[in-house]
């Protein structure tokens, strides 16, 4: 059995290198059929509670949850009473005597944490506006599917410095990869993820933080960009697209990155924004196998907390 079990995962720094790593494997096994654990005794059911939208990881939890033999519920705040008003903390003891883990997806870290703090069964951050452990999971699994190792890579992420940012950080950190942000001054990341990605990474790797774009893709093999305005942030859109419009990842920008680079993107996607429609649609585009991996590495997360593997 490994250390997962019955774990919380609100952070990627939650995870020490050896899990991440761990997971990554299970995450290949089970997508090329050769692992394949299943409930045996019990049909346990994982809680789906989303404050905002999701396609890709409501889905990708449930098939995998399925797929593992397991059952969900797909929860919501206009369905049950948080949405008039009852307290986390009651909601979380509540939910705990019937669900054996929760994943959610909401606005504020703390929330997330005081899920954790009041239910006893794993707790998993879906996307808060902090972090995204889920999707850099899955982002990393294709990093090591294209490049056979995720050691000594250059990963550079250009646009927000935003949740995504901030999981790539410490995702790349702990995998001994060089990463770079490159995002404009006023946008970039949370200097205390900043501080903790330097810390993760030691005298392993590099992490930058920059508003040269050009700098920043030099050499690179992994790309990626997400939206310039995240949910929540739908009213400041018009405000940061100019400031935004050169850091899209076009095709002038690839040309600058390693000839094997690939580019990903975690969805959704706005097509003329922080992404040229060729660039998505082009050879060096992981992007789909990427989305498909969100399955697959979560697969593996569930299977590791709840002690199938
Ligand atoms: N990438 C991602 O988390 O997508 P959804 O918002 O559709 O879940
Ligand atoms: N930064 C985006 C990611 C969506 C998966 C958001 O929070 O909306």
Redesign the pocket.
């Known amino acids: 059995m490994g250390t997962l079990k019955g774990r919380d995962l609100l952070s990627l720094a939650d995870l020490s290198r050896t899990e991440v790593q761990q997971i990554l494997d299970w995450a290949i096994a089970m997508k090329a059929g050769d692992l394949n654990p299943r409930f045996t005794d019990r049909i346990p059911t994982l809680g789906l509670l989303f404050y905002k939208?999701?396609?890709?990881?409501?889905v990708s939890f449930s098939t995998a949850m399925y797929q593992l033999g397991g059952q969900v519920l797909d929860l919501n705040i206009s369905v049950t009473q948080i949405g008039r008003g009852e307290p986390v903390e009651d909601t979380a003891r509540v939910l705990d005597r019937y669900l054996d883990a929760l994943a959610i997806r909401t606005f504020d870290q703390s929330e997330i944490e005081t899920y954790a703090r009041y239910a006893k069964m794993p707790i998993v951050n879906a996307?808060t506006d902090l972090e995204?452990p889920c999707?850099v999971l899955a982002d990393l699994q294709t990093v090591q599917e294209t490049f056979g190792q995720c050691e000594g890579l250059t990963f550079t992420y250009v646009g927000d410095g935003n949740n995504m940012a901030h999981s790539i950080l410490m995702g790349c950190a702990l995998m001994g990869m060089n990463v770079r942000i490159a995002a404009p001054i006023g946008y970039q990341p949370d200097e205390t993820i900043v501080a903790k990605a330097k810390t993760i990474a030691g005298n392993n790797s590099e992490v930058i933080v920059t508003a040269d774009y050009k700098a920043a893709v030099e050499g690179a093999q992994i790309v990626y960009t997400d939206v310039w305005a995240s949910m929540g942030q739908e009213g400041e859109a018009d405000e940061r697209s100019p400031i935004f419009m050169p850091y899209q990842v076009n095709e002038n920008l690839m040309s600058l990155a390693d000839k094997e680079a690939i580019v990903l993107h975690?969805?959704?996607a706005h097509r003329g924004e922080e992404i040229s429609a060729g660039v998505m649609e082009g050879n060096q585009s992981r992007i789909w196998d990427q989305a498909e991996n969100?399955m697959h590495a979560q697969k593996a997360l569930l299977a590791g907390l709840f002690g199938l593997v």
């Open positions: 939208a999701s396609t890709r990881t409501r996307l995204h999707q975690c969805l959704p969100r």
